[in-house]
């Protein structure tokens, strides 16, 4: 027969699970176990040491003990952006990577390439093996989405699901760490008009809510402004030819928004460092200089405003910021404590890219 300790663990392995499924991460205090369980404070002790031992709780001096959410076997997280290898994400996988590292977790990466056919596959396998929960970055998040059942099944089965840079508005209770984009838009027309632009384009994601956010900050300012919404000097692109522009480097769309959307134009809000990277080369092949004949801001702070033919003013956040606060809302989800959705602010990064007119 095992020894008492070893039982006494092997109850609070199943209590802790129920516990933190029901919202309470605390255990109950030394006394209550001895009284409820009839086994001695030493005997009690044991076991706690054995959980802590197993990273399935925490000891915090003067509080007690408490959950960590790690569970006996499976304590995987499965982390599902649009492309693993691509611009903003190895870092930021990085930093969701070390950060639930750190508290004994490690990741299953999968990619959905802007399909909802791949993110219906991955979500459909989640369901079928152990997993304790999800950070995923939804898909063409302004349109309609069909996969929202399983999302509900992932709910019954209590996995954690956190969204990442925008949730589905059709599932109003899903938690989420984005950024603000409605002040992203607002702070970079701001900060055109300061510098005495007063026709300025913006080309953003119309199948992406950061899209529709950061247009929505953006002519926002131009009307507290009183500058004019310039309608015909706003291009939308889809998921479809963003892919076409990262596999096949069609730039079709930003050619011809060029040709006849941008003349007369002195400055561009581009809806992230990559495509302000595409729009740059195509207008030095068309012999415009930045910031010249024309200023470019976009969002993201990532490589690619370095490396730009003119280094690119942007929008930041702090270093690590994004991947790190996902990780701890979602670590707070599965030991049950409430967690609030979380909007992080922008800051620019003014390079040589823009000029006052």
Known sequence: MPAKYLRLAKSLKKQILQNTGNGIYKLPSENELCRQSGYSRQTVRQALHLLEAEG??????GSGSFATGLASGANEIAVIVSEEEEYIYPSLISDIKSALGHKGYSIRLYSHHGRLSFERKILEELLSSPIRGIIIEGCRTALPNPNLDLYERLKEQDVSVLFLHSSYPDYPDSISVKSDDYYGGYLLGKHFLQNNHTNIAGIFKIDDVQGLERYRGFSTVLRDFTAGLPDEKILWYTQAELTALEQKSDTMFLTSFLYRQLKDCSAVICHNDEIAYWLMKELRYAGLQVPADISVASFDNSYLSEICPVRLTTLSHKNHEMGNTA??????????????????TWRLVSRESDVSR
């Open 56 to 61: 399935l709780i925490e000891k915090k001096q």
């Open 327 to 344: 990780a701890e809302c979602l670590l707070k989800m599965i030991q049950g404590i409430p967690v609030s959705s979380q909007e992080l």
